[in-house]
T-cell receptor
């Protein structure tokens, strides 16, 4: 398996534009997590899915953020409209079922909103 | 809820010297404990994990950590560091539930000096 794949690796956009980050989890993994990493707040959990269903989105900062998982092999995190304070590295991670406790992380998407 | 405190934000150490990165956690329930490493512009890679059993856990790249329940600590150690160990290290916990989403500490930047 190629691991968790995120795209794009880098994204630069203007304030007010819509941004979509993509994630392909490891095949067979039941859980998918979206994290955000900033200097000020470190690594924060935004939302996670179990079997494609959003379970906890309490970490999503505002209504401008939304996430979907239409199938087991794909998830998106969308920001609309984007703001400069959304600049961060966004990580996707996936993990297997009950007996598998290790989360595997993607390479991250570095988002810069100017 | 869980929380993680990494007591040192930066640790400089000379090559071939020993190092200890400190981690303390707080939780009202039993937890799993993890150390992840992040190299520049990369995702997070698992170094080691404590699930149960022996409190001394060995990981990759010669690292080990010891779980101390009474002190709620999970310090990371390496007897002799290399230049290539320069990276940011994150301690993380997850509750022993079904989702087991990770809560991260703020990270420790380890810099190995020649």
């Amino acid at each position: 398996d190629a691991g968790v794949i995120q795209s794009p690796r880098h994204e630069v956009t203007e304030m007010g534009q819509e941004v979509t980050l993509r994630c392909k989890p490891i095949s067979g993994h039941d859980y998918l997590f979206w994290y955000r990493q900033t200097m000020m707040r470190g690594l924060e959990l935004l939302i996670y899915f179990n079997n494609n269903v959003p379970i906890d989105d309490s970490g999503m900062p505002e209504d401008r953020f939304s996430a979907k998982m239409p199938n087991a092999s794909f998830s998106t995190l969308k920001i609309q409209p984007s703001e400069p304070r959304d600049s961060a590295v966004y990580f996707c991670a996936s993990r297997g079922g009950r007996l598998n406790t290790e989360a595997f992380f993607g390479q991250g998407t570095r988002l810069t909103v100017v | 809820a869980q929380s993680v405190t990494q007591l040192d934000s930066q640790v400089p150490v000379f090559e071939e010297a020993p190092v200890e990165l400190r981690c303390n956690y707080s939780s009202s329930v039993s937890v799993y404990l993890f150390w992840y490493v992040q190299y520049p512009n990369q995702g997070l890679q698992l170094l080691l994990k404590y699930l149960s059993g022996s409190t001394l856990v060995k990981g990759i790249n010669g690292f080990e950590a010891e779980f101390n329940k009474s002190q709620t600590s999970f310090h990371l150690r390496k007897p002799s560091v290399h230049i290539s160990d320069t990276a940011e290290y994150f301690c993380a916990v997850s509750a022993r539930g079904s989702a087991r989403q990770l809560t991260f500490g703020s990270g420790t930047q380890l810099t190995v000096l020649p």
